[in-house]
């Protein structure tokens, strides 16, 4: 595609309820991304890929956040038992190669309101 | 640890007037990478202007130029003859590595036309 989609745009959910999260990143870009933003806060790391490596999952916040990339392409994260803290605009983000002096090309994000 | 500090919440400029955004970081490796990224209301983070550590030579795009202070850990962004379209929110970021591009806690710009 032209840019990177993620879908849904907005999201509301009930406390004790699992989510899905789904990025399709630009095609061709081996590594891909995820950020959360809190309100008024910077962009929180959650989870890298990069091609076939094992991903870099250092920023998830809990065991509830897991999140999968198939075919090195679309990727999806998931929040199990959402709580309300984790009401966030959760943005995907993807890159040519991975390399450090790449820019990412961010998806609009989808913002998750947990009731 | 790599940190990424903006010290300015909120920013507002006139229209055709100047402003700088100012950005310190902390970090241990000697080559990185520096970034402003931009977000407008649509939420879709754009990249603004990259500056290489090694690279003593400030980076320039057009209208956004950046005053890159090695030794200080200092990147503060200049905006030149701003517009009403340059206001958004503008997070500074770091990376020395390809696992991760550490954000600043962002800088609201509101242009007063």
């Known amino acids: 595609g032209a840019g990177v989609s993620q879908s849904p745009s907005n999201k509301v959910t009930e406390k004790g309820k699992d989510v899905e999260l789904r990025c399709d990143p630009i095609?061709?870009?081996?590594?891909l991304y995820w950020y959360r933003q809190s309100l008024g806060q910077g962009l929180e790391f959650l989870i890298y890929f990069q091609g076939n490596s094992a991903p870099d999952k250092s920023g998830l916040p809990s065991d509830r956040f897991s999140a999968e990339r198939t075919g090195g392409s679309v990727s999806t994260l998931t929040i199990q038992r959402t709580q309300q803290e984790d009401s966030a605009v959760y943005l995907c983000?993807?890159?040519?190669?991975?390399?450090?002096?790449?820019?990412?090309?961010f998806g609009s994000g989808t913002q998750l309101s947990v009731l | 640890a790599q940190t990424v500090t903006q010290s300015q919440p909120e920013m507002s400029v006139q229209e055709a007037e100047t402003v700088t955004l100012s950005c310190t970081y902390d970090t241990s490796e000697s080559d990185y990478y520096l970034f402003w990224y931009k977000q407008p209301p649509s939420r879709q983070m754009i990249l603004v202007i990259r500056?290489?550590?090694?690279?003593?030579q400030n980076a320039t795009e057009n209208r956004f130029s950046v005053n890159f202070q090695k030794a200080a850990k200092s990147f503060s962004l200049k905006i030149s003859d701003s517009q009403l379209g340059d206001a958004a929110m503008y997070f500074c970021?770091?990376?020395?590595?390809?696992?991760?591009?550490?954000f600043g806690t962002g800088t609201r710009l509101t242009v007063i036309p």
């Open positions: 095609s061709g870009h081996t590594a």
């Open positions: 983000a993807s890159s040519l190669s991975g390399l450090a002096s790449e820019k990412l090309f």
């Open positions: 970021a770091h990376k020395t590595g390809a696992n991760n591009l550490f």
């Open positions: 500056q290489e550590a090694y690279k003593q």
